[in-house]
């Protein structure tokens, strides 16, 4: 179905764009037209796709046009996310802190307009295009965001605090929150997804201290291949990362874990695996330990599945919803029952 367009803002999104790329580019800058077209790809925020002809260029100005109001939700599922209530306000600040298309590759931010009691909470992005890494068959796309991650990863480990002051500090309560919350979900499964969840509480409880201590770094937090746009191949960088409301300061493995989940082989897991662990340690010049840094994947996936499982669990009378709830189990039991990982010689020569 169709959105209609509201009209009626369209000479504010004009004046918002004036100003916003007039500051960037140093130089006065008018609107000479804009096209509005409402995104199929919305899913929680109205997302628009603009096309903007600049002074007396022929050729418009792709924008992504994003409305992050939680009233403005084209569902309302996600504004009552029980784990991690997002701040509407942190995408923008992402931007504006930390995120580069020079350093990292990421969306440009071309204006904002951030008025909150009036209803305004627009993002104006650089549009990356229609290609998102989950429609990408060819392994070495999702190695390369592996890679990427690894990159940001190590980028963003030593940040002053007051470039991250903004973002959540995951510790030791976040972790005994969930295992709260898995421990109130027990009774709601039936037996068989009952021992399969039992056992990720306990390995979670088992390892509540050490999950502590890991090193954070700013994670994407939901780093999944409906995330990670790819640009046309002409384009450079071509990894565009967006959708970055779920940021903040945690384990690296997190995003690895997410973007390894799914229906991948053992191998093609590895793979992804062993171009983070490389990348990394180049990005840092720092050496790492293979079976440890397998053992954080691992920990972390389980408690990220567990985390998902707490947040489908009351939507599971939607089939598609039932689904999601399904194959977090898969991943969670994935998680339990993997093998040790093989040898790092034996891994890199699979990848």
């Not at 999104?13 to 995104?39: A, D, K, P």
């Not at 994947?297 to 599971?316: M, S, T």
């Not at 939607?318 to 040898?343: D, S």
């Amino acid at each position: 179905m169709k959105k209609p367009i509201d009209d009626r803002i369209t000479p504010l999104m004009v004046r918002t764009l004036e100003e916003g790329l007039s500051r960037s580019r140093r130089r006065s800058v008018r609107v000479r037209e804009l096209h509005r077209q409402f995104s199929r790809s919305s899913s929680t925020f109205h997302t628009e796709r603009l096309r903007v002809f600049l002074d007396r260029d022929k050729k418009p100005l792709r924008i992504f046009f994003k409305d992050l109001h939680p009233a403005h939700q084209v569902t309302d599922a996600r504004a009552l996310h029980q784990l991690d209530r997002p701040s509407w306000r942190r995408e923008l600040d992402m931007y504006r802190s930390i995120l580069s298309r020079e350093h990292f590759g990421t969306l440009d931010l071309y204006a904002f307009r951030w008025q909150p009691e009036r209803g305004r909470c627009w993002l104006f992005l650089e549009d990356a295009g229609r290609a998102p890494l989950n429609d990408a068959h060819d392994l070495r796309e999702w190695t390369s965001a592996a890679r990427w991650a690894a990159r940001f990863h190590a980028a963003s480990r030593h940040l002053p605090a007051a470039a991250t002051r903004f973002l959540p500090r995951w510790g030791r309560a976040r972790y005994r929150r969930c295992a709260q919350q898995v421990n109130r979900l027990l009774p709601t499964v039936d037996v068989r997804e009952r021992e399969l969840v039992r056992g990720g509480l306990e390995s979670l409880t088992a390892r509540l201290d050490w999950l502590s201590t890991l090193p954070r770094c700013v994670i994407h937090g939901q780093f999944f291949g409906k995330n990670i746009m790819l640009r046309p191949r002409r384009t450079r960088p071509r990894i565009a990362v967006i959708d970055w409301e779920t940021a903040a300061l945690g384990p690296r493995a997190f995003d690895l874990a997410s973007l390894c989940s799914g229906g991948w082989s053992a191998e093609e897991r590895e793979a992804m695996r062993v171009a983070y662990f490389e990348e990394h340690q180049t990005a840092t010049g720092e050496a790492m330990d293979w079976d440890d840094f397998c053992l954080e994947v691992r920990a972390v996936g389980i408690c990220q599945a567990l985390e998902w499982l707490v947040w489908w669990a009351p939507h599971r009378s939607v089939p598609r919803r039932l689904r999601r709830f399904q194959r977090f189990l898969r991943e969670l039991e994935r998680h339990l029952t993997e093998r040790p990982a093989p040898e790092l010689a034996a891994a890199q020569a699979v990848g």
